[in-house]
């Protein structure tokens, strides 16, 4: 069965700061791959999705995605924080021969001023 | 926009009570899905339709049912709420296989 891992429960970055957060997956096959948002409160929003093609994925505001077969990651980035982002974020794969979305356990992202 | 709305923000329910959440989606999807979020734990999969009156079981589906009579709905009943089901719940829905969820706002459930 697929499943993703999130390594990182907690991460504290500064206003202003680059940002990476990690994201691993097992799957048989090429997978599609998401990162989705949430504020506090409220429900997920996509960040960013890959199907296939350029594994350079950008996304919505400001975030990018890079997809590594060989290291079974999609990790997200931003280069430039800011206090706005402070939120959950999550990764998920898409599962084989289905329509259901796994996701990881999420990372909480802070940041300082 | 797709948009998928869940009828109430927040609840508070007691103890044995039957308990309704339910979902609306505008776009025609056919899969809807019910997902359980706790901290640490991500979001778990508790049933999910494919079709109105098609259903199937997530990862946890122990305590919950769901109904599915027309395409744009889809409730998730709890038949006797326990403690143990406070949680934020989330209901998501989709076109095929390998597209994006588009996710409701989320009810937060407190159970007294």
């Known amino acids: 069965a697929q499943s993703v891992t999130q390594p990182d429960i907690h991460i504290t970055v500064s206003e202003g700061a680059s940002l990476e957060l990690r994201c691993n997956y097992s799957y048989g096959a090429t997978p599609y791959l998401f990162w989705y948002v949430q504020s506090p409160g409220q429900g997920l929003q996509l960040l960013l999705k890959y199907f296939s093609g350029d594994t350079l994925v950008q996304g919505i505001k400001g975030f990018e995605a890079e997809f590594k077969r060989s290291q079974s990651s999609f990790n997200l980035r931003k280069p430039s924080v800011h206090w706005s982002d402070a939120a959950e974020y999550f990764c998920?794969?898409?599962?084989?021969?289905?329509?259901?979305?796994?996701f990881g356990a999420g990372t909480i992202l802070r940041v300082k001023s | 926009d797709v948009k998928v709305t869940q009828s109430s923000r927040y609840l508070v329910k007691r103890t044995g009570e039957k308990v309704f959440l339910e979902c609306v989606q505008d776009?025609?999807?056919?899969?809807m899905f019910w997902y359980r979020q706790d901290p640490g734990l991500g979001l778990r999969l508790i049933y999910f339709?494919?079709?109105?009156?098609?259903?199937e079981k997530g990862d946890i589906p122990e305590g919950y049912s769901v109904s599915r009579e027309k395409k744009e709905r889809f409730s998730l009943i709890l038949e006797s709420a326990s403690t143990n089901q406070t949680s934020m719940y989330l209901c998501a829905s989709k076109t095929g296989a390998n597209t994006e969820a588009f996710f409701g706002q989320g009810t937060r459930l407190t159970v007294v």
């Open positions: 998920a794969v898409g599962e084989l021969y289905g329509n259901k979305l796994v």
């Open positions: 339709s494919y079709d109105v009156k098609m259903k």
């Open positions: 776009m025609d999807h056919e899969n």
